[in-house]
């Protein structure tokens, strides 16, 4: 007797979950089908880059890739290269190095304790959750599962608004920058405009800029501010957080839990330790929220929020200050409203931001780096569109992925499923904080209790 699972997705959640399950010795066998979406599972979008200046945006010492083995990553690098410390910023190609060993590891001790898993290295075209099981297809044929989790990472990305069908068609406008990243063509554009300002512009303009050293960059945001940079060192809160947490719960309130923010900073050396010090109680924090209040986070601090919390690495820091003292970066203020084909270019209409004149801008190539993209409702990903029209799952309402229980089980509109889970970035209108390993290794080991326990 055995019990079969489905893992949909083929990056570092689907493989933190299979490690999860494979490392385990149920009273039943698992038979799991693997849907990696492509021929290199492990990796995905995250961790496929091979280029080094692409750095990890957490220490090594906090990437592990399971619950029980924090310092899994460290360890792994360690025993290449035993001057690596804990508060390092690795690139991330060498994290793709250290998923890849997990997995193959993983696979082996599976067999041992005679697991079965298949590799399926196609996407799953359709899922049909029922109260019993889960069937899952992949064309035509359909598969029935005793319980499936999507762990299928980030949507793919969409144009913004407003830009015109000419400038897509022109080829001119980027609208995924990683396949550029990898190959960027030889003849190197004059002018190279960014929108976007967070970790995935800082990876635009180091990479485009160092293969094209006499490119010059115009980067425009809401804001025009860059995330703020880690420190060299960690620091650590000088006192006990729980009166902060405690005083955020007792008042669920966007403008009162800025003030005590502000309040708990001032008590520190450094603003750093502060945030990062609600970093475990954040998913029960945003439960708190009522359904007024997250959106009123949305629109008016979450930009400050991301900035703070989702910093950038030292070194991809100073290669940016580098960028602006050499002239070859300007980074701009406003909105993009329109863009449109403009002689062998294209023009960009900026609306500045809090009003004024429409500003123009012509550049040869515009890169679209926005960040993850989480609205279900409006993704052109086929398994995602599949399951929101029949229903099965529910959008989440502010556009952040899936309704869910805390517990990983999507919603429908009689409840919560019994055998469809998701883990990562799907439960990001749950949880908040659902998109870093420190957090997916912990929903990982969460769903692999439950699949296990039934």
Request: aromatic residues 6%; charged residues 20%.
């Amino acid at each position: 007797m055995h019990r079969r699972v489905a893992i949909i997705g083929g990056g570092a959640a689907a493989a933190a979950l299979l490690g999860e399950l494979l490392e385990r010795q149920p009273p039943q066998t698992l038979h799991l089908d693997w849907y990696t979406g492509g021929p290199t599972p492990a990796r995905g979008v995250a961790y496929a880059t091979r280029s080094d200046r692409h750095l990890l945006n957490v220490r090594a010492a906090s990437m592990g890739m399971f619950a029980g083995k924090p310092q899994g990553f460290l360890d792994f690098v360690q025993r290449e290269e035993p001057s690596v410390a804990g508060t390092d910023f690795l690139p991330r190609r060498r994290y793709g190095d250290y998923l890849e060993a997990e997995v193959a590891r993983a696979l082996a001790l599976g067999k041992v304790h005679g697991h079965d898993v298949q590799i399926v290295p196609f996407a799953a075209d359709a899922v049909v959750p029922e109260a019993d099981g889960v069937t899952v297809f992949r064309g035509e044929e359909g598969r029935r599962v005793d319980a499936a989790v999507l762990a299928i990472g980030a949507l793919p990305p969409q144009p913004l608004a407003g830009v015109d069908a000419g400038a897509l068609a022109s080829g001119r406008y980027v609208v995924d920058p990683w396949p550029l990243l990898a190959a960027p063509p030889a003849a190197a554009p004059a002018h190279v405009a960014v929108i976007g300002l967070g970790l995935t512009a800082a990876d635009v303009l180091l990479e485009l800029a160092a293969r094209w050293p006499a490119t010059r960059f115009t980067a425009i945001s809401r804001h025009g501010l860059l995330p703020e940079p880690h420190l060299r060192s960690t620091a650590l809160p000088s006192g006990d957080s729980a009166e902060l947490i405690e005083a955020m719960q007792d008042a669920p309130e966007v403008r009162r839990w800025l003030h005590l923010l502000r309040e708990a900073i001032a008590q520190e050396e450094d603003w750093r330790s502060v945030i990062d010090s609600l970093r475990p109680h954040t998913p029960a924090l945003w439960a708190t929220l009522p359904p007024e209040q997250r959106r009123r986070f949305q629109r008016h601090a979450r930009w400050a929020w991301e900035r703070a919390r989702h910093r950038m690495p030292p070194p991809v820091a100073e290669g940016l200050a580098t960028l602006e003292q050499a002239g070859r970066l300007h980074r701009q203020r406003g909105h993009v409203h329109r863009v449109e084909p403009d002689g062998g270019g294209l023009r960009l209409e900026l609306r500045p931001h809090g009003g004024g004149a429409h500003e123009l801008l012509h550049a040869d190539l515009v890169v679209q780096s926005v960040g993850m993209d989480f609205d279900v409702a409006r993704t052109p990903h086929p398994l995602m569109r599949q399951l929101v029209v029949n229903r099965h799952v529910l959008p989440d309402p502010l556009g952040l992925g899936c309704q869910a229980t805390p517990q990983g089980r999507l919603l429908h509109e009689g409840g919560a499923w019994s055998r469809l889970f998701a883990i990562g970035s799907l439960l990001r209108g749950t949880l908040w904080e659902s998109t870093a390993m420190p957090e997916i290794r912990q929903q990982a080991r969460a769903v692999a209790d439950q699949l296990l326990a039934e």
